[in-house]
């Protein structure tokens, strides 16, 4: 087994740290570029708090619970408070942040640290057609919510060609009203997304530099707050420190640190890529943890160099990694 917080190695050297962590596939928007998948029965509250302490104990010092929307879940926020116990650095999830207004206080209570808000615009009527008919209004107010709890917030931002301009100027606005960072995702391949035109970081590096001109940004130490340790590189423009994640057009593979353990108890070591160590049969199989180790280890060992996203569209839907 791995000694203690060394974290996991590949053969290329990168040592893994971080597990994003999909407690459902589920969630209660039909965003544009995403799309419902099918949603598979889901490893129990048990299960998941049991292999989290496994990676735990092989190193893994950051943990984010995603989706789907992980606030489907039903009795999140118990399980949450389990995989607090178990010792992680860093607690966080991602969100649509519908449910915050009523869920900040106990998230913070329950251990999260940091949230990240999938929110893809603050016009009304925009929001509403990205998402499929929804109300930005109470992710608005949900946001604020975290906030006055004390919660690290950030906001995740996907933008599509045809809508981007007054997405961005009016995001910016509402990033600088809160004083939080606001992170620009390139459009992935996945699903329903590869219908889609998205906008690269250097179109969008463009267009801010030419509204707002580029700051020099005070910005500390990568894995320091509110930037996280993740592969967004920031830049500042009119009083917002603006995160970009280049996911196809500016590879960050090299220096990628992130296991992703989907609802269903598959392993994967890269969004893109097929490859899965399926955990539940192990688990189904009475495998003692030694053995669950020894096969995490070795799967990790065997990860890919880079990603191919420039070889085609994706056919499983985000919504079933864990984003």
């Not at 301009?165 to 606005?173: E, F, I, W």
Request: net charge positive; proline share 5%.
């Amino acid at each position: 087994m791995t000694d203690g917080d060394a974290g996991l190695r590949d053969s290329f050297g990168r040592i893994h740290t971080y597990l994003r962590l999909s407690v459902t596939e589920a969630c209660n928007y039909r965003c544009r570029y995403c799309g419902p998948g099918v949603v598979h029965r889901g490893l129990s509250d048990d299960q998941l708090v049991f292999l989290c302490s496994l990676f735990r104990s092989m190193g893994i010092r950051a943990l984010r619970i995603t989706g789907g929307e992980p606030t489907v879940r039903p009795g999140l926020i118990p399980l949450i408070a389990r995989l607090s116990s178990l010792g992680f650095e860093r607690l966080a999830l991602t969100t649509n942040g519908t449910s915050l207004v009523r869920d900040a206080r106990a998230l913070k209570e329950a251990g999260i640290q940091s949230v990240n808000v999938s929110l893809d615009a603050v016009d009304a009527d925009l929001y509403a057609s990205l998402t499929g008919g929804f109300p930005v209004r109470p992710v608005l107010e949900g946001i604020a919510a975290a906030l006055s709890e004390g919660l690290a917030v950030k906001l995740n931002c996907v933008l599509l060609a045809d809508t981007y301009r007054n997405q961005v100027r009016q995001l910016m606005a509402f990033a600088r009203k809160l004083g939080i960072p606001l992170r620009f995702i390139e459009l992935m391949p996945f699903g329903d997304g590869a219908r889609w035109e998205g906008v690269s970081t250097a179109t969008l590096v463009a267009f801010l530099g030419e509204e707002y001109g580029e700051e020099a940004s005070p910005r500390g130490p990568k894995g320091s707050e509110p930037w996280g340790s993740g592969p967004a590189e920031y830049r500042r423009f009119g009083g917002v420190d603006v995160g970009f994640i280049g996911a196809l057009t500016s590879c960050f593979c090299s220096q990628c640190q992130r296991l992703r353990l989907t609802n269903e108890g598959q392993l994967k070591t890269c969004l893109y890529h097929p490859d899965r160590l399926d955990i539940r049969q192990l688990l189904e199989r009475g495998s003692p943890p030694e053995e669950i180790c020894r096969r995490i280890e070795a799967f990790v060992l065997r990860k890919q160099l880079r990603h191919a996203f420039q070889t085609g569209p994706v056919e499983w839907p985000l919504s079933s990694v864990g984003g």
